[in-house]
């Protein structure tokens, strides 16, 4: 190495960051028709089933098109952002080792904790917002006020955000021949328990299934989404309450992913 080449300064940290970021978003650019696929198969055939076919024969109301949607635009964000945090984490500690690259960068190893999971929600919001349109294209009287929106978008950044703390922790606690099952037992209670196809508060006849479902970050996302499209037409939690777990969600498990991401990334 050159005294030259010794005396260049190292970049900031700051503009390391958003060259990593940048370079994942480059990546996922190559990759937008599958992480596209990956994010809408499933809760596309869930809106058409529940909010289009099941109302068409007549066993859904007519205005259950109306409550499935924000559910499925919280769902698609928060798991989302779980998914492309965690599994991505899984592979780089394990099978890739691209982690040890990361970790070369000129960032604290909590940054680079950082990084990972605000690329899993920046793509976890992508996946949620891309539901708006096709979920009002698909279901039949379904109409969301312009001025909703801006608070949607919030919404679903805060949600995704909270989606990829949860997935910081499955990504640096599970082993990684156990993640596919992990992932298997976890995803299905989680996106039902998450209040996305029910509003929270029509549980009260059902308590013990309403103390479980208040327990998932998720169902703070639909309810919050809930109250800002349809404020007059169906009960919700307060706006203010869905907002306040969300970021104690985002807090409590985003400072234990980061932990874990620094105990392996140390081991």
């Excluded at 009002?136 to 955000?161: E, N, T």
């Amino acid at each position: 190495m050159t005294a030259a080449t010794v005396a260049q300064p190292q970049p900031g940290q700051a503009r390391a960051f958003f060259a990593v970021l940048g370079r994942d978003f480059f990546v996922t650019g190559r990759e937008l028709l599958p992480f596209l696929a990956q994010m809408l198969i499933q809760p596309l055939f869930l809106l058409f089933i529940f909010g289009k076919v099941l109302s068409q024969i007549g066993y859904a109301g007519a205005g259950y098109a109306q409550i499935l949607l924000p559910g499925m635009v919280a769902m698609n964000a928060f798991t989302g952002a779980l998914q492309n945090t965690a599994l991505p984490l899984v592979l780089d500690f394990s099978v890739t080792r691209e982690i040890e690259d990361r970790l070369l960068a000129p960032l604290s190893i909590r940054l680079v904790a950082v990084e990972k999971m605000l690329f899993g929600a920046i793509r976890g919001i992508i996946a949620g917002l891309v539901m708006i349109p096709i979920g009002l294209l698909i279901l039949d009287g379904v109409r969301w006020s312009p001025a909703a929106l801006p608070g949607v978008a919030g919404v679903v950044a805060l949600g995704s955000l909270a989606g990829a703390a949860v997935g910081m922790v499955l990504g640096t606690i599970v082993p990684p021949r156990h993640i596919n099952l992990v992932f298997t037992i976890l995803l299905v209670p989680l996106i039902f328990t998450g209040s996305g196809q029910f509003p929270w508060l029509s549980l009260s006849g059902l308590r013990w299934f309403q103390v479980i479902c208040a327990a998932n970050p998720l169902t703070y996302v639909s309810e919050a989404l809930r109250r800002l499209v349809m404020p007059d037409q169906v009960p919700s939690i307060p706006l203010w309450i869905s907002l306040l777990v969300m970021t104690a969600a985002t807090a409590i498990f985003g400072a234990f992913g980061i932990a874990g991401f620094l105990k392996r990334a140390l081991d």
